[in-house]
């Protein structure tokens, strides 16, 4: 039955298509005056191919002469000569998210005398990805050829040329969230007629390689321009070049970045950013909430001079929002909105998880090894994510082995409620057992200890699952009354007996994701299938979702 019915369902697909035969096809507009997929509006079928595209040149290409035309469904469209709008009549081409990929040739906006071709893209991707892939604005007479890039991405193996061999006004609009990635030339060809790229919003030109010096050239020249109080920013990201419209005189570079997780500090966390270029001072607009920094919301800082402010006190799995408002009385446009930017707080207080060394050099610089031990980065083994730290042990000389991590500032482990710390180790089958610890330092340098108490045997059989070592942090308090568990200076993980008084054993253990908690699920519920440790509705809603029908 099934196989019947999908014979039939690839019967009426392949025939809906069919309309598609060798030669030019031409926009008539005599079907519902409008839809791309309606074969009734062109005079040879509608323009795309279900496999191979015909070569480029082969004189097989979808002409809109005329007529408003609606890209209504999803092509892999190959065009021998490309696709053309608005040849010696008005016509415009629209995508609101439908895609065209594969098109073998040019996209051509405006063709002839007396054009006026515009291409409307508010989504979905065109991709102009194989031979000689351009987008072209203007050639072979005179007119007006626009693209207004609103959304989704136009992408060129080629690249952009405006006013391509004709003397016609080009206009290449982005704004929304439009990307064109695609290199942007003007005047191929000398000749009257304007030529004008517009940016706002989140829009961007994106080419690869540095580009720097030839789109600084075109803004300078006026040819490429932001919209409203904004200019244009060009930036060389180590692989593209990015065009986009910003704000100069508003506040930028927020560090945090935007959007970035940041792990709690006692200490706290400083907000700092780069003063618009007409800046005085600054406001600061902060809070948990939009709300609280939107434009009816009242700063927690106004007309400060330092470009920083904080540090600010954080909480746990929390997301900040802030906003810097540039101020100078001085200036008629003056004050000067700025982004809304945000932070979060994940729902645990970071030890390491040593995603962010990007080599062994990084990581021995913050975890320096003591005793007989050494550390290194591992990519091999880990937890979660890509890397772990490798402690190896060869207690011959000094009996033990540690690494020893050294906060910058000394940090509460009783902060935000937190009950347990929680990491991960995993050992070797060529490891000789011995006593796994963890051992803390205050800043007034009392130590407290807590044992593995598990086998020191697992430090040899567990090599395929990693174990689990949950902590109470008061533990160590326990282990010594004089230590300050709200100052903790320095982590020591170690392997060995600091009080030996003969050689130990050798071998190598893996450790990651070392966090505080204040509660953390240990052991999932089989139903549990959004990993909040309970089995309710929730749960319920994500199993009905995937696999009621």
């Known amino acids: 039955m099934y196989k019947k019915l999908y014979f039939l ?159 016609y006004n080009c206009y290449l609009n982005i ?20 030529e004008l790229v517009t940016i706002s919003g989140l829009g961007q030109i994106v080419t690869a390689g540095d580009e720097t010096a030839h789109y600084q050239t075109l803004i300078n020249a006026g040819k490429i321009t932001a919209y409203g109080q904004y200019s244009v920013r060009v930036e060389y990201d180590g692989l593209n070049t990015i065009v986009t419209a910003a704000n100069l005189s508003a506040a930028s570079d927020p560090d945090p970045n935007n959007r970035q997780k940041v792990h709690y500090d006692s200490a706290g966390q400083i907000l700092s950013w ?68 945000s932070f979060t707080t994940p729902g645990y207080i970071l030890v390491d998880d040593f995603e962010s060394y990007p080599e062994t050099p990084a990581l021995q610089a ?52 937190v009950k347990l710390l929680d990491m991960f180790f995993l050992g070797s089958s060529g490891n000789d057992p011995e006593q796994l610890y963890v051992m803390l330092e205050d800043n007034t340098s009392e130590f407290a200890t807590v044992s593995y108490p598990g086998s020191p045997n697992d430090l040899k059989t567990a090599t395929q699952w990693w174990i689990n070592w949950l902590i109470d942090p008061q533990d160590f308090v326990l282990d010594n009354l004089s230590f300050d568990i709200t100052n903790v200076k320095k982590v020591y993980i ?14 190598t253990i893996y450790l990651d994701n070392i966090k505080l908690f204040r509660e953390r699920c240990v052991d999932h519920p089989n139903s549990d299938l959004n990993g909040d440790c309970k089995v309710d509705f929730s749960d319920f809603a994500i199993f009905a979702s995937k696999w009621l029908p």
């Open 494 to 507: 170690g392997v060995g007996d600091r009080s030996a008084t003969e050689s130990g054993g050798l071998g």
């Open 274 to 341: 780069t003063p618009g270029t007409n800046a005085a001072k600054h406001n600061v607009y902060l809070g948990t909430s939009q709300s609280d920094v939107n434009e009816s919301a009242t700063p927690v800082s106004t007309n400060q001079d330092p470009n920083n402010y904080g540090p600010i006190p954080l909480v746990l799995n929390t997301t900040y929002y802030w906003r810097i408002e540039e101020v100078n009385e001085d200036h008629l446009d003056s004050p000067w909105e700025g982004e809304i930017w």
């Open 9 to 167: 369902v690839l019967v009426v697909l392949v025939a809906a298509l069919a309309g598609s035969a060798s030669g030019d096809t031409n926009w008539t507009g005599a079907g519902d005056g409008s839809s791309w997929s309606d074969a009734n509006n062109w005079d040879n079928g509608v323009p795309y191919w279900i496999s191979t595209p015909p070569p480029w040149g082969t004189g097989e290409g979808a002409y809109i002469d005329d007529g408003a035309v609606i890209l209504d469904v999803n092509g892999s469209a190959g065009y021998g000569s490309g696709i053309y709008v608005g040849n010696g009549a008005t016509a415009s081409l629209t995508s609101n998210g439908a895609s065209l990929t594969n098109i073998s040739g040019s996209i051509g906006i405006g063709n002839g005398a007396a054009s006026d071709g515009t291409l409307n893209w508010n989504g979905g991707l065109c991709n102009i990805d194989q031979s000689y892939g351009n987008l072209l604005f203007g050639f072979q007479g005179s007119g007006t050829a626009t693209v207004n890039l609103t959304g989704g991405t136009i992408k060129t193996s080629g690249q952009t040329y405006m006013k391509h061999d004709g003397d």
């Open 366 to 417: 913050e975890w320096a090894a003591a005793g007989d031990g050494s550390v290194a980065l591992s990519t091999v083994k880990f937890k979660s994510g890509e890397k772990s730290m490798a402690l190896s042990y060869t207690n011959t000389t000094n009996y033990y082995s540690e690494a020893v991590f050294t906060y910058a500032t000394a940090q509460d482990w009783t902060a935000e409620d």
């Open 175 to 194: 704004s929304g969230s439009g990307v064109l990635e695609s290199k942007v030339n003007m005047s191929w060809q000398a000749g009257p007629g304007l």
